[in-house]
């Protein structure tokens, strides 16, 4: 992908809707700016059909089902998934961010490794499950459907 795509295709902010949002832990509250921040600092992101970014996104829930909002220059879309592809997905990811916050603060440093690369490991599937998802709607990278996916797992979180 050329560097004049990246550029021309990028989000430049990313807004979470605050009904959808439950109340969240400060690790989690963290791990979500930090994906926000990571978005921001790098991403590819091109909606079918847009000629030009930057783009705005925000992100939200209706009825179960994640709601992308997205504007840009030329480019202003609302699509709607089912959440049905990602429910086990983001059940296990719960599970192993709770294992790994534990671990964290009283655990072996290979334990916490341990627990990271499963972690790893489940992002990089639901990566994949994400852009299979949108294809079609829009294109991003790997790194940037993984941000959007914990972003995904922060409209779930119950705090």
């Not at 994400?130 to 995904?152: H, M, Y």
Request: hydrophobic content about 35%; charged content about 30%; proline content about 3%.
């Amino acid at each position: 992908m050329a560097d004049d795509d990246r550029q021309m295709h990028r989000l430049q902010t990313v807004e979470l809707d605050d009904e959808s949002l439950a109340a969240s832990s400060r690790d989690q509250e963290q791990e979500r700016q930090i994906a926000i921040f990571d978005l921001l600092e790098e991403n590819f992101f091109h909606p079918e059909g847009a000629e030009r970014g930057p783009y705005d996104l925000k992100m939200g829930l209706i009825e179960n089902r994640l709601v992308l909002d997205i504007r840009g220059p030329d480019y202003e879309r609302r699509h709607i998934l089912s959440l049905s592809p990602f429910r086990s997905l983001i059940k296990d990811y719960f599970l192993i961010c709770e294992s790994y916050y534990q671990a964290i603060r009283s655990s072996t440093p290979s334990q916490i490794e341990a627990l990271d690369m499963g972690r790893r490991g489940l992002h990089n599937e639901a990566s994949e499950v994400l852009r299979a998802r949108l294809a079609g709607k829009i294109e991003t990278d790997v790194d940037t459907s993984r941000r959007l996916f914990t972003l995904i797992c922060a409209l779930h979180w119950r705090g």
